[in-house]
């Protein structure tokens, strides 16, 4: 292995470029619609002016807003215009961050720190949520040492207000509640949420990454949604990703609260250190005055209107696709999905769902595999109008040959979802992941092949080898014997 190095000779610019430009050659096309997650691209004017805002303000440092005031203006007014939009009262407040996962962060350490600046030292704070909110949340948990509460939702894959009244205790510091949740694309319902927090006093988190830039032009487009912002009186922070259908540059969020008495407990003060006494508002020290630039020129750029069309046009594609999916026999809709993410898995047992997603990728869609129920998810945009057709034909090209070749479904990708998904040993799954990270992250990261984990002379490969193809049998049988119950 030669590991890399820096060149011992600074490089030439325009052969840098070149080098980038060809290792880009293998990544997912998002430019054409072909990928169901991870981009949101709004046309190309817009992506020169967020190229151009980001670039005018790339080198400045919101660490000190006293040196870019520029900055702190605009970090201020993007801070405002999210209040606005999501109905925050005259003195809301709150911070950028640099993505969902950080919002959320700091939103679950400022109700921790809340609850011990106020009441008596709970050993173990708890939030209580329902199981599809957001890893980031378990996440947040992880780091700051607090207690989830997984409640289980209902059969329409929303919250179940009444499991989570009861899991509500003296350690809650935080309810926590999804506009629209991810997996499912469904609204929790925040009302009767919201409530439940002002009975026991608590804070409330909506968590509005994914649907706070499209809930408000959805809801104003006249298609009926339940109420998810601070209209809700129980709502006390929401969080909502300019990065996602904000249309800004990758690196912004938004973390809001209904007043600075929830804010104040995010900050982070050092008087003692001898550069000087520290502040810093979030979790990272240095933030980059680029993304920040974007998503206030992405604002006033998009503007209500620009909002309004993008959603309009997002919507239909996501009701045409809802419409091809339903008129495929062998395929069904998880739920009923409130905005613009739509999830489809197998009505026919004979089609394994993973093996179609294979076949997809063959045909150059890049889309994502969920489980609890095993299905395919779409993060709908403005960017998918024009290739929803020519999906749905690959689709239904996808499920018809899977049908006809039911070994697929024992094959590379498919076989490890399939495992992954339904191997009651959680543990061991995980196992399997820090595996794979070890390998992403260790000292050959750059040459790794995370698709031959498994297969190669790992324990858990090994394992897998010997125990999975009768345990997959065994849990096949127990699906079986599941739906014969269900169905009696
Ligand atoms: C994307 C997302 C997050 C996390 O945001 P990142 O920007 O990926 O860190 C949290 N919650 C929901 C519902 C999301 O869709």
């Avoid at 095993?374 to 993060?379: E, L, Q, R, S, V």
Wanted: charged content about 20%; proline content about 6%.
């Amino acid at each position: 292995m030669t590991r890399a190095a820096i060149p011992t000779t600074g490089e030439d610019h325009g052969e840098i470029l070149a080098s980038m430009k060809s290792m880009r050659g293998q990544d997912a096309d998002w430019k054409h619609g072909r990928t169901w997650s991870l981009v949101y691209f709004a046309g190309d004017a817009h992506h020169q002016l967020l190229q151009d805002s980001h670039n005018m303000f790339f080198a400045e440092n919101a660490l000190n807003p006293m040196a870019f005031k520029s900055i702190k203006r605009m970090e201020a007014e993007v801070i405002a215009m999210s209040a606005s939009m999501l109905h925050g009262p005259d003195d809301a407040c709150g911070t950028m961050t640099t993505g969902g996962t950080e919002s959320i962060l700091m939103a679950v350490k400022a109700a921790r720190n809340r609850a011990r600046a106020r009441g008596p030292k709970t050993q173990r704070p708890e939030i209580v949520a329902p199981s599809t909110a957001h890893p980031a949340l378990i996440k947040a948990a992880h780091y700051f040492g607090l207690h989830v509460r997984k409640i289980p939702v209902g059969p329409d894959y929303r919250a179940d207000v009444r499991a989570m009244r009861k899991a509500m205790n003296k350690n809650t510091v935080l309810l926590f509640a999804s506009a629209p949740q991810y997996p499912h694309g469904v609204i929790d319902p925040i009302d009767e949420l919201g409530r439940l927090a002002l009975e026991w006093g608590v804070p409330f988190h909506v968590d509005a990454c994914i649907g706070g830039f499209v809930l408000p032009w959805i809801e104003k487009l006249g298609h009926a949604l339940p109420t998810f912002d601070f209209r809700v009186p129980g709502v006390t922070s929401m969080s909502a990703d300019l990065h996602k259908y904000g249309f800004a540059v990758k690196g912004a969020s938004v973390v809001i609260y209904r007043d600075m008495s929830y804010l104040e407990h995010q900050f982070f003060v050092e008087t003692d250190f001898p550069g000087g006494v520290y502040a810093s508002p979030t979790m990272t020290g240095t933030r980059g005055g680029g993304p920040i630039a974007a998503a206030w020129a992405a604002l006033h750029a998009v503007g209500e209107d620009g909002f309004m069309e993008h959603t309009r046009i997002a919507m239909d594609a996501a009701q045409r696709l809802q419409q091809g999916i339903v008129a495929i026999p062998e395929l069904q809709l998880v739920g009923k999905p409130d905005a613009t993410l739509v999830a489809w898995c197998a009505r026919d047992r004979a089609v394994d769902i993973y093996a179609v997603a294979d076949r997809l990728e063959d045909a150059g869609w890049s889309v994502d595999r969920q489980h609890r129920p095993a299905c395919i998810h779409h993060t709908v945009t403005s960017n998918h109008a024009t290739v929803v057709d020519e999906y749905l034909a690959d689709l239904r090209d996808a499920v018809a040959f899977v049908k006809s070749h039911p070994e697929v479904s024992a094959r590379g990708n498919a076989a490890m979802y399939g495992m992954m998904a339904k191997i009651p040993f959680r543990g061991m799954v995980k196992q399997g992941v820090v595996q794979v990270l070890r390998g992403m992250y260790g000292p050959d990261a750059a040459t790794f092949d995370p698709t031959k984990v498994g297969q190669d002379d790992g324990v858990m490969g090994k394992v897998m080898d010997v125990v999975g193809p009768t345990l997959n049998k065994v849990l096949d049988q127990v699906d079986r014997m599941r739906d014969a119950v269900r169905s009696r």
